[in-house]
C-alpha cells in the first residue's frame, strides 16, 4: 500500500470545519464509488470476454478504475477522524445504502453491446468531469484528475470506436448496440445530479459543477451515436437513486461477490 | 454465430532502451486500427513499450521449412565466414 505523503495542513481540506470536512469525504466516496463498482462490473468479464483482445481491454480498463479509486478513498480515509475507516474498509465493508454509485454503473454486463454502451455513456463523463476536476483548489483531487485522464482518454477511445464499430457494422450488430443504447439512456440523466455534498463542494471551488457540462456531454456522445449510424433515444424518463444510496435490484449481487472475502474471513490480507 | 475468426496480425513492440521494434506475439483484430488498440492492450500493459508496429500476418513472407536444406545448410560447414581468425588487438571493446 502506497501512503498519500501529504501532511494535513499542506491540504485546503486542513483548514477545513468537521462539517465541511465530511462533505468532502461524501463528495470522495461519490466520484469512487462509480469508478469502484464499473471495474467489479468490468471484472466479472475477466477469462468471459468475447475474444482474448476484447477480454483483456476490458479487464485493464478495470484495472485503471480500481487504480483511480484507490487514489480517492485513501485521500477519503486520511480526512475523516476514525482510524477504523481505511481505504479497505472503504471498499469493501460498507452497506449497500452507504455506497453513492450512479445506477449506471451497477448495470449488467447482459452482452458486449450492453457492456460498451454502459462504458460509452460512462467514460464521456468521466472525461469532461475529470477535465474540470483538473481545476479543483483542492491540490490532491486535482492531482488525482490529472493522473487519471489520460487513462480515461483511452477508455474512451476504447468505447466510442466500438459503439461506431458495432453500429455501423453489421444489421444484428447495429440492432443488438441501438437496444442497450436505448435501454440504458435513461441512466445518464443521474450522472448530472448534485448531492448536498456536491452543492457544497461545487460552491467551494473544489467539486466540478456537473449541470455545466451537460450539454457538452450529450454533444459529445450523440456524435459518436450519429456517426455509428444509431438513433438518438427521444424517451425523457430518467431512473436515479444511486446517488442517494438507493440502489437497483443489482447491487445486492455486486456487493455479495466484491465483499465475500471480507466478510468472510475479516482482516484477512493476501 | 459465425465461427469466422478476424484476420491474424503480427505484432511488434519497441521497449523504451531498445533501438529497434521486436516481434513479441500475434493477434486477431478486424482492421489495422483494432489490431493497434488490441497490441497496446495485450502486449504493453506492463510497460514493455513506447512504440508499436502491426502488420497483417498474410502479408510477411515466411521461407519454408521444407527448403531449410538448401535455404541455410550451405552456411553451416563454412567457418571461413565467419570472422574469428583475426589478433585483435586489446584496445578494440564491443567486437
Known amino acids: 500500500m502506497t501512503n498519500n505523503t501529504l501532511a494535513n495542513d499542506a491540504l485546503p481540506s486542513g483548514n477545513m470545519s468537521t462539517g465541511q470536512l465530511e462533505d468532502l469525504h461524501k463528495y470522495l466516496l461519490g466520484i469512487a464509488d462509480n469508478s469502484l463498482i464499473l471495474g467489479q462490473r468490468l471484472g466479472e468479464l475477466c477469462g468471459h470476454g468475447p475474444s482474448l483482445e476484447t477480454d483483456i481491454a476490458l479487464t485493464n480498463i478495470s484495472l485503471d478504475l480500481f487504480g483511480q479509486v484507490r487514489s480517492y478513498f485513501q485521500y477519503a480515509a486520511q480526512i475523516i477522524a476514525d482510524d477504523k475507516v481505511t481505504e479497505d474498509s472503504l471498499a469493501f465493508l460498507r452497506i449497500e445504502r452507504e455506497y453513492r454509485n450512479v445506477l449506471l454503473v451497477e448495470q449488467p454486463n447482459t452482452d458486449f453491446g450492453y457492456t460498451i454502451a454502459r462504458q460509452f455513456f460512462f467514460d464521456a463523463f468521466h472525461f469532461l468531469f475529470l477535465k474540470e476536476l483538473e481545476n479543483s483548489k483542492d491540490e490532491t483531487l486535482a492531482a488525482i484528475a490529472k493522473k487519471s485522464i489520460k487513462e480515461v482518454s483511452y477508455h474512451w477511445r476504447f468505447s466510442s470506436d466500438w459503439i461506431k464499430r458495432l453500429g455501423d457494422g453489421t444489421q444484428e450488430s447495429h440492432d443488438r448496440i441501438q437496444e442497450a443504447v436505448n435501454d440504458l439512456w435513461m441512466y445518464t440523466d ?3 445530479h448534485q448531492t448536498d455534498a ?3 463542494m461545487i460552491a467551494q471551488g473544489i467539486g466540478v459543477d456537473t449541470l455545466a457540462i451537460k450539454k457538452s456531454y450529450y454533444k459529445m456522445i450523440t456524435e459518436v451515436l450519429e456517426e455509428a449510424t444509431l438513433a ?3 424517451s ?3 431512473h436515479k437513486g444511486g446517488k442517494q444510496g438507493i440502489h437497483s435490484e443489482h447491487m445486492g449481487y455486486i456487493l455479495s461477490d466484491m ?11 493476501w | 454465430m459465425s465461427k469466422k475468426n478476424w484476420p491474424l496480425w503480427e505484432v511488434f513492440v519497441r521497449s523504451k532502451n531498445g533501438l529497434e521494434h521486436r516481434h513479441c506475439g500475434s493477434l486477431h483484430a478486424a482492421d489495422a486500427e483494432m489490431a493497434m488498440s488490441n ?19 498474410s502479408n510477411i513472407l515466411a521461407s519454408n521449412p ?3 536444406g538448401e ?3 550451405p552456411a553451416a560447414d563454412k567457418v571461413y565466414r565467419h570472422p574469428t581468425f583475426y589478433d585483435l588487438p586489446d584496445e578494440v571493446k564491443h567486437m
Open chain 1, 190 to 192: 443521474e450522472l448530472f
Open chain 1, 198 to 200: 456536491d452543492k457544497e
Open chain 1, 232 to 234: 438518438i433515444p427521444e
Open chain 1, 236 to 238: 425523457k424518463y430518467w
Open chain 1, 259 to 269: 465483499q465475500y472475502m471480507q466478510r468472510t474471513y475479516p482482516n484477512m490480507e
Open chain 2, 39 to 57: 497490441a497496446r492492450d495485450v502486449y504493453t500493459r506492463r510497460s514493455e513499450g513506447v512504440s508499436i508496429w502491426v502488420v497483417e500476418s
Open chain 2, 66 to 68: 521444407e527448403n531449410n
Open chain 2, 71 to 73: 535455404m541455410f545448410e
